[in-house]
């Protein structure tokens, strides 16, 4: 599967953005899909996760109830909308997915295939 993130850009402080991820090349609704998040000088992280049929979540303590993950299987994308963004979100945003997992997975190495990632930068 190849994943081609987008929606990244300049956030005000407070503001939102929702990233979309696109999958193509295999049946996207076979796979576990999560977003990661790099931010500058820092080890890559989990945000959140989503099962195959979009029925069950998780997220990072750090974002629950600002961000939501969801996917849209008819149209092969995957989404993840963030509110009230603070500046410590600043950070590359990358999809990723998985058709091996039978659990949503925090770490990294619970997936195979990675998007090229989408930078979010909020102002202070």
């Known amino acids: 599967v190849q994943l081609q993130a987008s929606g990244g850009g300049l956030v005000q402080f407070g503001g939102s953005r929702r990233l979309a991820c696109v999958a193509s090349?295999?049946?996207?609704?076979?796979?576990?899909m999560g977003w990661f998040r790099q931010p500058p000088g820092k080890e890559r992280e989990f945000v959140a996760a989503?099962?195959?049929?979009?029925?069950?979540?998780e997220y990072a303590d750090s974002v629950k109830g600002r961000f939501t993950i969801s996917r849209d299987n008819a149209k092969n994308t995957l989404y993840l909308q963030m509110i009230v963004l603070e500046p410590e979100a600043t950070a590359v945003y990358y999809c990723?997915?998985?058709?091996?997992?039978?659990?949503?997975?925090?770490?990294?190495?619970?997936?195979?295939?990675w998007g090229q990632g989408t930078l979010v930068t909020v102002s202070s």
């Open positions: 989503i099962t195959r049929s979009g029925g069950s979540d």
């Open positions: 990723a997915a998985d058709r091996r997992l039978r659990v949503l997975s925090e770490h990294r190495r619970g997936y195979a295939y």
């Open positions: 090349g295999s049946n996207f609704r076979n796979y576990v």
